[in-house]
């Protein structure tokens, strides 16, 4: 899954980014207000951590701007800024949380995963479908109830499909979800992950569809 991270302070943007990226999950960098509202695919992001201090702007204008553009994706405000006022203006702009500085990262990412949960209409921890188990927050999968063993990226694209099953994903689909803009994309890079995970989860959950993509069964 994959997360944007606007922030200009580069020692904290790199410290974060290095836990989420260590929690399983692909971050990309936005150093300021104007990368924000030129980001090319805000469609495949699972969230947005949202500084408020920006030098070029305000994080709050730039929460209106992707709302008045229909961004769904849940937005996080993580700031220095506490008062009663800027938290009561950042959600009715549009944030689903309002996260002061500092935070530790075990309640950050407690917060995030609470937001994918709201996001997808569950209120269970865990993600389930077809007899696999998997819980994004202590970062454990079970098949029929017997433990997985997952790289990070099998973790990353079993989380992708049970949160789309039943639906097609392409290849590109499943890049663009897993892999930050600097990462290397290949597509037969995908075709190898999908072929370990399915040695893992068994073959029947995951069908091919040629020239489409895959579809994990319900």
């Given amino acids: 899954m994959r997360l944007l991270l606007v922030e ?3 020692q904290l943007a790199r410290r ?11 971050v990309d960098l936005a150093r300021n207000r104007a990368e924000g509202e030129d980001w ?44 009663w006022q800027d938290k009561v203006e ?19 990412l407690a917060r995030l995963n609470a937001l994918f949960r709201r996001h ?6 865990w993600l389930e479908e ?33 949160r789309r099953a039943g639906q097609v994903l392409s290849q590109g689909d499943i890049i663009e979800h897993l892999y930050d803009l600097d990462s290397q994309r290949e597509l037969n890079a995908v075709e190898v992950l999908v072929s370990r995970l399915r040695r893992k989860i068994g073959r029947d959950r995951i069908t091919t569809l040629r020239g489409l993509g895959y579809r994990f069964e319900r």
């Fill in 8 to 10: 200009d302070d580069e």
């Fill in 16 to 26: 974060l980014s290095d836990r989420l990226r260590g929690a399983g999950f692909a």
């Fill in 40 to 83: 090319p695919d805000m469609d495949k992001m699972a969230a947005v951590i949202l500084d408020l201090g920006l030098p070029d702007g305000t994080g709050m204008d730039l929460l209106r701007f992707w709302r008045a553009r229909r961004v769904e994706c849940p937005i996080l405000i993580l700031t220095a800024r506490g008062s």
């Fill in 90 to 108: 950042g959600l009715n702009a549009g944030a689903d949380d309002f996260v002061v500085k500092p935070v530790r990262f075990e309640e950050l």
């Fill in 120 to 125: 997808a209409g569950k209120h269970d921890p």
């Fill in 130 to 162: 077809a007899g696999i188990r998997l819980d994004p927050v202590s970062r454990t999968a079970l098949r029929d109830g017997e433990s997985l063993v997952l790289s990070k990226q099998e973790f990353r694209l079993l989380q992708l499909f049970l």
